[in-house]
């Protein structure tokens, strides 16, 4: 049984729609609708590791700054993004922090760390 | 407030309301001024176009009415008022535009009656000019260009009627008026020698009511079976234009079909349809649409054709509320009511602003005739200390304040330069919600419309009311600006 | 701190502002002061704490905190004085600047040049008109983006967002994230305001309706919002009757539009383009008065704070060397005129004499293009569209194919065969 996914590339302001035509093992059978090869590149990978990187704040205690932002060091899945949230919604920190602290250590075992995006002063 | 004993209570702080407080707080009266929003002149009030005329212009005006000669006698008062309560006046002057000789019916007609008019009721004020094309262009070289000539009434005046209304309110509290917001009457009943006043605050007795609740004045005159008068509110779509149109015109521009384009006080334009494209609505429905909006446009740029949508930072429908149709659109109703001893009704009709002095003194008499007894407050202060406005100050002047207190050095509200010394000042006066700072000290009513400010100025209010920012609202009750906390909305 | 000596007073501390005042400096700017109106460096980046910036200048994915701070580094280390709380109340077009703070007071001094770095403001409910009542609920898109990210509220639950430019569908996400509903996108052109990127990871990742050819026709709700009414609009962006839908939200987002803040280049007499909203200048980023220069969104509304960056240090280099000189800069004399399907080019003039980047946009969006610099260059593209800002550069091999008298240059958009 094939299936379609079709998957929007953002390479360039052209937005390909492009399809994906997989077999019940998610193997390409065929890729069209891409107008140059990196679209069919982008589309491969987007559809079998479509990854994101989940940018947010964190509860401060103890700060003039009601806010600290982070992001994950690397991409995660996006299907784990609004988990992340979740983990993220639960933390609060206390200065000093320093820009790149490691304020959630392997993010849902992804191996990847929330870190500060900036500093946190009293 | 649960309980309160009064001798005069007035419905209503609006500019009737506010300026019959002030005149009461030239006497030793027991004297309590309600008012249902959180703020004054929150209501028609704040939808008044600014000017200050006398009345020939407006199509509608006889001498035989009551309001005109409320109009008349206010005149002459407004301006020393305005230097008193330290609000800013300017006398501008109107010129209505004559598009073509058929278009010469209604000046000549303003002409012939403001002739009559001016040795018996208008002594004090300059007479009116016919001014031919030639010369009309010269003084406004941006004006239509499809004009024969025009009239120039050198009276007219504009001023800031919020500002007004709130100084009103603040020197009337100053002199020991009761003044007290985000109070509604919602019920009245009459005893024989006192009314017992509902509010969603607690009671209220007092002797005598004074009705100037404006928009509401039907509504508060059936509680007490008083409303043998009907009121017609009539949608006046207003729009003001980017500062940077302000130099366009000196004057304000008028006529009777296309409305009218004046300079505000402070150095905007400001546009409104003519009574004629007014149309009926609905009270309290503020709400504009499309079709009125665009005439509207339209016929300011029959007037002053560089004005175009792209310069509209903000618009808003007002009412305006007619007596009835029959009687006269402007007939006001200042009356002591036929039906209910010591109930005054003061609804002041349009043009309202410079007729409120002068109805305020003719309530007082009203209530004198009723019984209520005078004697002068000899504490009487008329002067109320002005909130410096530091865009308007002069370098040096500037600077000495900013040494006196560092807070008039942090400029809030870049639109307008408007420092935080000014926004802790309006809000040790009495504003507690964004737009009571808006309204007197201007964040918010510039170009970006709060959107630099906005947060800034919510973090100080919460910081001197000692509330959490989250509970600033922008104009009262449920109007809170921000619904939730950060993460809030993740933890159910 | 003196005042007395200053080279080059850059107004604005944001990336333009930063990018221009480091640039002054390596180029030889003794005393350069910064100004800036909030109360730290870095604008508007501390607020997009979303990445994608510095892809172009640092090759690296970086938060608009992260991207900031580099500069702020920068700043820091090259012994630049920031005026912090320093509000420009006043230039005057011999270069004299008035402003205010808390810690200064009101002061008064006159550089040798201006970098003119003070961004844009955002277009409001009020410019646009929109009928209907006027309760609280009702943001632009970055000022709610401050509040959620910096003052730490969250506007509303349910929300309805009226254009699809990038800030409004960064929020999207941003407030998704957060947990509220964003109940649609409204966007009044055929096509998407900002970039693709965005649509993809901000709106379709979470399944947000997006409607194109639609507007808010309508606000209801007394004191907050309730609900909006949206309606599909015709060929003149007029609401279509019968089509309208009533959505209920608490909160309605406008992210319709950026405006050059140019308030203090008018008092100074500097000419704007209407097009741009910003300055004519010329490739040094002179402006129409001698001294005062311009760079970033004050210019002309960017999409990349990476471009805003390159061309704010042009801007600082020229104020640099005015400073030294002390005379205008050679001005440009070649003027670049707007061809077909071009929305406006800057800098507006350049000399012909070297090496320029020109900023560009397109009116519409078209496919299988190729611009076309006079007799110049050609480059071909195979989309184009208003909310992607083009950047060609001109070598000057290139530009030695102009003739000796050329007055000026006509860029256009052209179509072309092929793919």
Not at chain 2, 410 to 434: D, M, P, Y
Request: some cysteine; glycine content about 8%.
């Amino acid at each position: 049984m094939t299936r379609e996914e079709t998957i929007i590339c953002v390479g360039c302001p052209l937005g390909c729609e492009i399809k994906l035509i997989l077999s019940d093992r998610d193997e390409e059978i065929d890729v069209s609708g891409n107008k140059c090869k990196e679209g069919k590149q982008y589309a491969l990978e987007e559809f079998s590791n479509p990854v994101r990187t989940l940018t947010a704040t964190v509860l401060t205690k103890d700060s003039s700054q009601p806010l600290l932002p982070v992001r994950t060091s690397k991409p995660i899945l996006k299907t784990l993004l609004r988990q992340g949230m979740s983990i993220i919604a639960e933390t609060t920190v206390k200065p000093p922090i320093k820009m790149d602290d490691v304020i959630v250590p392997n993010l849902l075992d992804t191996g990847v760390d929330v870190i500060a995006t900036s500093d946190l002063r009293s | 407030m649960s309980q309160l004993e009064t001798e005069v209570l007035i419905i209503g702080g609006g500019v009737a309301g506010a300026s019959i407080a002030r005149e009461l707080s030239k006497y030793k009266v027991d004297a309590t001024l309600v008012e249902k929003g959180n703020d004054f002149g929150q209501g028609i009030t704040k939808y008044s176009s600014t000017i200050m005329c006398q009345g020939a212009n407006v199509l509608e005006f006889r001498a035989e009415y009551h309001n005109s000669r409320l109009v008349w006698a206010g005149m002459p008062l407004m301006e020393p008022l305005c230097k008193e309560l330290n609000i800013p006046f300017k006398r501008i002057g109107s010129l209505e535009l004559i598009k073509n000789q058929a278009g010469m019916r209604h000046p000549e007609k303003m002409m012939r009656r403001f002739s009559e008019w001016n040795d018996k009721y208008l002594p004090e004020a300059k007479p009116l000019q016919l001014i031919d094309r030639e010369t009309l262009l010269s003084w406004e070289p941006n004006i239509s260009k499809d004009v024969i000539g025009g009239v120039y009434d050198p009276n007219i005046a504009i001023n800031d009627p919020v500002r007004l209304t709130i100084a009103l309110a603040e020197n009337a509290k100053q002199n020991g008026i009761n003044v007290i917001s985000e109070t509604e009457v919602v019920g009245i009943s009459c005893g024989t020698e006192k009314f017992k006043v509902q509010t969603n605050d607690g009671i209220v007795k007092c002797r005598f009511i004074v009705n100037a609740a404006g928009e509401y004045v039907s509504k508060i005159a059936k509680m007490v079976n008083a409303d043998d008068f009907v009121l017609y509110p009539v949608k006046a779509y207003q729009g003001v234009l980017d500062k940077k149109l302000g130099g366009l015109i000196n004057h304000m521009v008028l006529s009777t079909e296309h409305g009218m384009v004046t300079p505000t006080i402070h150095g905007n334009l400001f546009f409104g349809i003519s009574p004629r494209t007014q149309r009926l609505g609905r009270i309290h429905d503020h709400s504009t649409d499309k079709k009125l909006a665009d005439t509207a446009l339209r016929h300011a740029q029959e007037l002053v054709p560089d004005i175009s949508a792209r310069d509209i930072i903000n618009s808003f429908v007002g009412f305006i509320v007619y007596r009835n149709f029959e009687v006269g659109w402007h007939e006001c109703t200042v009356e002591i009511s036929r039906w209910v001893p010591r109930f005054i009704n003061a609804s002041i009709g349009f043009p309202g602003i410079c007729a409120a002095p002068a109805a305020a003194k003719e309530v007082v008499e009203l209530l004198v005739k009723e019984g209520l007894k005078l004697e002068e407050n000899p504490n009487f202060n008329p002067y109320r200390k002005a909130m410096p406005i530091f865009s308007e100050l002069s370098d040096e002047e500037k600077r000495k304040l900013i040494a006196k207190d560092p807070r008039y050095g942090h400029v809030v509200c870049r639109c307008e330069t408007v420092t935080e010394g000014e926004i802790v000042e309006a809000i040790k006066n009495g504003a507690r919600t964004l737009d009571g700072i808006k309204f007197r000290c201007r964040p918010g009513m510039g170009r970006c419309q709060a959107g630099f400010c906005g947060p800034r100025v919510t973090k100080i209010l919460a910081r001197e009311l000692g509330i959490p920012e989250e509970q600033v609202t922008k104009k009262g009750g449920r109007s809170r600006h921000l619904l939730y906390r950060s993460k809030e909305l993740l933890e159910e | 701190m003196k005042l007395q000596d200053v080279d080059v007073a850059v107004i604005g501390a944001g990336p333009a502002g930063m990018a221009a005042a480091i640039k002054a400096k390596e180029a030889g700017a003794k005393n350069v002061v910064i100004m800036e109106r909030a109360e730290q460096l870095g604008g508007l980046l501390h607020q997009c704490i979303h990445n994608g910036f510095g892809l172009l200048y640092f090759k690296e994915d970086l938060t608009g905190p992260e991207y900031a701070h580099r500069f702020i580094e920068k700043v820091m280390d090259t012994g630049i004085e920031p005026l912090l709380e320093t509000m420009v109340i006043r230039i005057s077009n011999d270069r004299a600047v008035s402003a205010v703070s808390k810690a200064v007071g009101y002061i008064n001094f006159k550089p040798r040049s201006i970098v003119l770095a003070m961004g844009c403001r955002e277009r409001t409910r009020g410019a646009l008109n929109i009928p209907g009542s006027r309760p609280a609920g009702i943001l632009t898109a970055g000022t709610a983006q401050r509040f959620v990210n910096v003052e730490g509220f969250i506007p509303g639950k349910k929300i309805v967002i009226l254009g699809s430019g990038d800030i409004g569908m960064i929020m999207a996400r941003r407030l998704t994230l957060e947990g509220a509903k964003v109940e649609a996108v409204v966007e009044i052109l055929p096509y998407v305001g900002g970039l693709i990127r965005n649509e993809v990871q901000c709106v379709h990742d979470f399944h947000i309706p997006m409607y194109l050819k639609h507007t808010v026709a309508q606000i209801h709700g007394e004191e907050r919002v309730e609900a909006v009414t949206m309606a599909q609009v015709d060929d003149n962006n007029c609401p279509i009757a019968g089509t309208e839908r009533k959505i209920e939200c608490d909160t309605l987002l406008l992210s319709v539009g950026l405006i050059p803040e140019n308030e203090l280049s008018l008092m100074a007499g500097v000419k704007l383009d209407p097009i741009t909203g910003g300055a004519i200048v010329d490739e040094t980023r002179q402006t129409s008065v001698v001294g005062i220069f311009a760079g970033g969104n004050v210019l002309h509304v960017h999409d990349l704070v990476d471009n805003v960056s390159s061309e704010s240090e042009l801007a600082g280099q020229s104020a640099a060397s005015f400073a030294k000189e002390e005379k205008p800069l050679e001005r440009g004399k070649i003027a670049l005129k707007r061809g077909r399907n071009i929305r406006y080019v800057v800098p507006h003039t350049i000399s012909g004499q070297k090496d320029v980047t020109l900023y560009m946009r397109v009116n519409h969006p078209e496919e299988t293009v190729r611009i076309k610099v006079g007799d110049v260059m050609t480059k071909a593209l195979r989309v184009v569209k208003p909310s992607e800002m083009l950047k060609i550069d001109l070598s000057t091999e290139e530009l030695k194919r102009l003739g000796k008298e050329t007055k000026q240059i006509i860029v256009d958009c052209e179509k072309r065969e092929g793919r």
